[in-house]
């Protein structure tokens, strides 16, 4: 039988109860990983918990004749996370990628969000994604191999409204997923991040009160998380082992490359600049290449998640 992609490789899937993260824990695991489903089984907001959605992937993995186990620890809290590594060497003695796909929504109108919304947003997403990876980090680095595929968003790319605290936290996590890169390639450990496009009960509350935004949401339906899985099991993959601190996005049956910040235009004066002169000749020089604000004039016209 031909060796399948990622054949005993174990794998941590954060958030894999429903959604992208179940599709990728069950195509990892036809892929021939061990994987651990990981899932508190809160709604999205956040509250509550339920050991049902982990367990019930795992259920449908073994079914399928795959391997894995269902853990409930949360990734917002340090102890946490390395309990969640932890529970992939206790069970598959080893651990070789980790899928930070965990995350909650408290959306609000920046200058109506409270403390508590930004920050439950930011420890999931971004505090959750650093404690997960630092926990796998040194196990990568003795074994000289491991790889992490962080979930970004268009949110943090490009913007959207009322989720300052979710755009802020995926932004942040490009930033950690370069560091990580950037620091580990010598171990030749890997880190990419993929922004997907699909509908999942994350942006299952996107209103539809109008025809405009049924048929908005009608296209996002069409967009299911089994086209995210095939990339991240690549990414994963020894195949992809030349491929880091790099930024995809998955739409449908396509797969981008997004654009990682550079100098588009720049602007110079011998004698230096005062702030007069930068409003009369520096800034009117530079507005001929900023980026219009409104997302209409994204050609993409990204639906973020």
């Known amino acids: 039988m031909a060796q399948k992609m990622v ?16 599709d990728m824990a069950l195509a990892l695991a036809a892929a021939g990983a061990k994987v651990v489903v990981n899932d508190i089984g809160t709604s999205t907001t956040g509250e509550g918990t339920d050991a049902g959605p982990a367990q019930k992937v795992v259920e449908e993995i073994k079914a399928a004749g795959g391997q894995a186990v269902a853990n409930m620890d949360s990734v917002a809290e340090g102890p946490a996370a390395g309990r969640i590594v932890q529970c992939a060497l206790d069970h598959f003695g080893r651990i070789d990628g980790v899928v930070n796909n965990a995350g909650i929504l408290r959306d609000r109108f920046f200058h109506k969000m409270s403390l508590d919304e930004w920050d439950a947003v930011l420890k999931v997403h971004l505090y959750g994604s650093y404690y997960m990876a630092r926990a796998a980090a ?76 049924q048929a908005r949401v009608a296209k996002i339906q069409q ?55 930068i409003a009369e000749h520096g800034m009117p020089a530079l507005k001929a290449s900023f980026v219009p604000m409104e997302r209409s004039g994204d050609v993409f016209s990204w639906d973020p998640v």
């Open 7 to 22: 054949q005993d490789k174990v794998v941590v899937v954060t958030g894999a109860g429903g959604g992208i993260g179940r």
């Open 138 to 213: 040194n196990h990568f680095k003795e074994q000289e191999s491991g790889a992490f595929v962080h979930m970004t968003s268009t949110s943090g790319l490009i913007g959207n409204f009322g989720q300052a605290n979710y755009s802020a936290a995926k932004l942040g996590l490009v930033a950690l997923s370069k560091s990580i890169a950037l620091d580990m390639q010598k171990f030749h450990v890997r880190s990419n991040c993929i922004a997907p496009f699909a509908w999942s009960r994350m942006i299952g509350s996107i209103p539809t009160d109008t025809p405009e935004q």
């Open 223 to 277: 967009m299911t998380p089994n086209k995210i899985a095939p990339l991240a099991v690549y990414l994963l993959s020894d195949q992809a082992k030349d491929v880091n601190a790099q930024v995809f996005a998955v739409r449908n049956n396509e797969i981008f490359l997004m654009s990682q910040p550079r100098p588009l235009r720049s602007v110079h004066r011998s004698e230096g600049w005062t702030p007069e002169f």
